[in-house]
Antibody, heavy 118, light 107 residues
Framework: EVQLMQSGAEVKKPGESLKISCKGS????????IGWVRQMPGKGLEWMGI????????RYSPSFQGQVTISADKSISTAYLQWSSLKASDTAMYYC???????????WGQGTLVTVSS | EIMMTQSPATLSVSPGERATLSCRAS??????LAWYQQKPGQAPRLLIY???TRATGIPARFSGSGSGTDFTLTISSLQSEDFAVYYC?????????FGPGTKVDIK
């Protein structure tokens, strides 16, 4: 069974930087796109962007372009989502998800809760 | 960017009854449409892909239909574990987009 294991919850202050991770296992990590999804408290799902770990081809949703950086290290089967300067409005649950055959998002990580508060 | 809408926002249904959820895309997504179920505190779970194909392990009471811009998720006889939020998502374009969700709650 495909597994996506995300890093643990984070509590940060506004202006701080952060990098969260998503480690894939039990499948060929370099053969599938990995996406990131934001879910703000009590709200719906928002697609942030996607990366192909094999060549690091990365694409961002317009709403998130310039706000976050998505990267991957294929040597350790891990994708990342990072911020250089967090805002309170970045408080949310963040999920990584695998885009499998025919682009279907078929597997999800357990989520990483990011809380930004002074 | 393809915009997705869902209706109704909330659907109140009694256990054993049928639930019909709708999803509409702002332009054709062919059959590149998936449905997800999300329960409180859990990650979303894939139910349906290709507009009508059940994912592995999904009970037959869940069915999907539609193509182009209009899609439907039907739960034929609601069980207690089906009360949740349901999202549709298009993956026709790499810029995957979700609908705002339909909450199915107990009547």
């Amino acid at each position: 069974e495909v597994q996506l294991m995300q890093s643990g919850a984070e509590v940060k202050k506004p202006g701080e930087s952060l990098k969260i991770s998503c480690k894939g296992s039990r499948y060929s990590f370099t053969s599938y796109w990995i996406g990131w999804v934001r879910q703000m408290p009590g709200k719906g799902l928002e697609w942030m962007g996607i990366i192909y770990p094999s060549d690091s081809d990365t694409r961002y949703s317009p709403s998130f372009q310039g706000q976050v950086t998505i990267s991957a290290d294929k040597s350790i089967s891990t994708a990342y989502l990072q911020w250089s300067s967090l805002k309170a409005s970045d408080t949310a649950m963040y999920y990584c998800a695998r885009s499998g055959g025919a682009n279907v998002v078929d597997s999800w990580g357990q989520g990483t809760l990011v809380t930004v508060s002074s | 960017e393809i915009m997705m809408t869902q209706s109704p926002a909330t659907l109140s249904v009694s256990p054993g009854e049928r639930a019909t959820l709708s999803c509409r895309a702002s332009q054709s997504v062919s059959s590149n449409l998936a449905w997800y179920q999300q329960k409180p505190g859990q990650a979303p779970r894939l139910l349906i892909y290709g507009a009508s194909t059940r994912a592995t392990g999904i009970p037959a009471r869940f069915s999907g239909s539609g193509s182009g811009t209009d899609f439907t998720l039907t739960i034929s006889s609601l069980q207690s574990e089906d009360f949740a939020v349901y999202y549709c998502q298009q993956y026709d374009s790499w810029l995957f987009t979700f609908g705002p969700g339909t909450k199915v709650d107990i009547k």
